[in-house]
């Protein structure tokens, strides 16, 4: 027990829960939901799709389902445990991820953990509960795989099976089969240099050999070779490096990058100043991360797991050691206590925080997504198409697939493509940019898909625009988004007329009539008409349906923030002058 509470020990430990806090966050990934749908839609169809099902712009079109296996993973852990799983496990693959990085950077134990949590802080931007944090893992794994093989080649073999499942959790496994190329190409300059006597001929025989069967593994997925091509199309896309902020480079006014940025500095730093000689293959794997990294927000963490065990190599052997023990027993014991008390400190305060965090995420759910809203939607169907935001674009799925398809969501892989032709149909990512954007040309998309419902941020240009559009109005809204609907005249309603009539003059003395009146006016069966309480800020929504057979009209109403308009079915009558002698 005594062995266990060493200070480098528990140093560690603290190092890991400090890390497993900073991990544990809330649901808030806009993609995730559309996984959960993916995953529920797998496990209910026992089938992968390989066509869009979840959009109306892209019904049919080719998706490439990269991530099925995460998805499947996601989908069966939230039924299971719900978000409180999600959080927990993803926090703790984070962890274990970052374990296999301390156990790359040497001996020293707190240069170690220091540099382990520094490494942690500068990927922390890209945390979450998403897929790339399975991918992340791997590629930590992969890594250590690459350096443990230069003691036993023998560990290669383990490749094999990472490759089988990395291929089907996502496309970063192109990350691993990249980074096996590269240490194959540095051992082949190397033993052209004569710098490293250890790279044999019968080592890169087997490295060779591993790699190629690495790259056959790779079709062994539902996409087949598809998956081949995948990955270097998502990096080459312009739409989803000009729209996609993980996909640009990192903006190094943003404080959330400083830290990266710092860790490159040190590492070139480290190189520099430090007697230990750099090898052609670190500054190979150096060089590719680096350009990797800046090219791309979603790289840095590659970079950061290659620089990270070279900082260390460096710091050499600071501080010294705890090894010279204090000489009496009793300081012994007494440090052993203390030691036990800061890491039980450290696990209550990262399970208080945890608690909070899964106690926080309706809360989070509701403050990052427009559960209000989509509430609404559930109650009162929209009708038609709807234009959504693109972060929401994955909740929609969630909550409201199969009845209601999304406009756009997270799969910019998907909507970065142009239709047949690229005049006449831009990619979705355009599309929705310009629409989004209130600008120029904003109407097309709206015209285009025939969309007469808007779900966007409340303080979007788009919503402010719409607000003063004279054709659009609102229906509902809250703090976090707006729905909004088109009034313009169309084939099958048309706006007939405002009622300046006050909300309890018109309680009084229309609704009792409206039933007469729907016969009158020859209603057709199933016919909608709306009505309204402007001055009161009631809204009576109403379904005005006639029984042919019985001959009867029945009401439903429902309260909606809506201006004052009467709609009616356009044709559907016949006598307009009985509503305005009933108002007179």
């Known amino acids: 027990m005594k062995a266990l509470l060493r200070t480098r020990n528990i140093f560690f430990a603290v190092v890991l829960l400090g890390i497993f806090g900073m991990a544990a966050r809330n649901v808030t990934d806009p993609d995730i939901w559309w996984h959960l749908k993916t995953g529920q839609f797998i496990a209910e169809h026992r089938s992968v799709p390989h066509t869009d099902p979840f959009s109306y712009t892209r019904t049919g079109q080719p998706w490439v389902a990269h991530e099925w296996l995460s998805e499947v993973f996601l989908y069966e852990l939230q039924r299971a445990a719900g978000a409180t799983g999600l959080i927990l496990i993803f926090a703790a693959i984070v962890c274990v991820t970052f374990f296999l990085l301390y156990l790359r950077c040497g001996s020293v134990p707190y240069v170690a953990g220091i540099a382990t949590l520094a490494a942690a802080w500068a990927t922390a931007p890209l945390w979450g509960v998403r897929p790339q944090i399975l991918s992340l893992l791997l590629t930590s794994l992969w890594l250590l795989i690459l350096e443990r093989s230069e003691r036993d080649p023998k560990v290669l073999w383990w490749t094999l099976p990472v490759t089988l499942l990395w291929v089907n959790l996502h496309a970063g496994f192109a990350v691993g089969l990249t980074l096996s190329a590269l240490f194959l190409a540095a051992g082949l300059i190397e033993r052209a240099l004569g710098s490293v006597r250890r790279q044999s001929a019968g080592r890169l025989r087997m490295q060779s050999l591993i790699l190629l069967l690495d790259l056959l593994i790779v079709p062994v997925n539902p996409n087949g070779l598809r998956m081949f091509v995948y990955p270097i199309e998502t990096l080459r896309s312009a739409a989803m490096q000009k729209y996609i902020v993980e996909w640009a480079s990192p903006n190094f006014h943003r404080p959330e990058y400083w830290l990266f940025l710092l860790l490159v500095l040190v590492t070139f730093a480290a190189i520099c100043w430090s007697r230990v000689p750099l090898r052609p293959r670190d500054l190979l794997l150096l060089l590719v ?22 900082i260390c190599q460096r710091l050499g052997n600071w501080p010294r050691s705890d090894s010279q023990a204090l000489p009496h027993p009793p300081m012994r014991a007494f440090r052993a206590s203390l030691n036990a008390v800061i890491l039980l400190a450290m696990a209550g305060f990262v399970g208080v ?62 909507y970065a493509t142009s239709g047949a032709s690229e005049q006449d149909d831009p990619p979705l990512l355009d599309q929705f940019a310009k629409t989004y ?34 054709d659009w109005t609102v229906i509902y809204e809250d703090s976090q988004a707006i729905i909004l609907v088109s009034t313009a005249s169309s084939a099958r309603m048309t706006t007939v007329g405002l009622i300046p009539v006050p909300g309890g003059e018109f309680s009084r003395k229309v609704a009792p009539w409206l039933p007469e009146t729907c016969n009158k006016l020859h209603f057709r069966p199933f016919r909608r008409v709306l009505w309204w309480e402007s001055w009161s800020g009631q809204i009576a929504r109403g379904l005005c349906k006639r029984d042919t057979d019985a001959r009867t009209t029945s009401i439903a109403p429902v309260n909606n923030p809506v201006e004052a308009r009467l709609m009616f079915p356009l044709g559907g009558f016949e006598n307009y002058g009985a509503f305005e002698k009933i108002l007179a």
């Open 353 to 414: 925080h945890t608690a909070q965090v899964v106690r926080h995420e309706p809360q989070a759910e509701m403050q990052s997504f427009p559960a209000g809203a989509v509430s609404y939607l559930q109650a009162h169907p929209a009708d038609g198409p709807i234009f959504n935001d693109y972060g929401w674009g994955g909740y929609l799925i969630w909550k409201l697939y199969p009845s209601t398809r999304a406009f756009i969501d997270g799969r910019a892989d998907l």
């Open 437 to 470: 954007q209130f600008k120029g040309s904003w109407r097309q998309a709206l015209d285009r898909w025939n969309i007469k419902t808007v779900l966007v941020p409340t303080d979007s240009a788009l919503a402010v625009g719409l607000r003063s559009a004279p």
């Open 289 to 310: 991360s680096l350009y990797a990294g800046l090219s791309s927000i979603r790289l840095m963490p590659l970079f950061v797991l290659i620089a990270i065990p070279l």
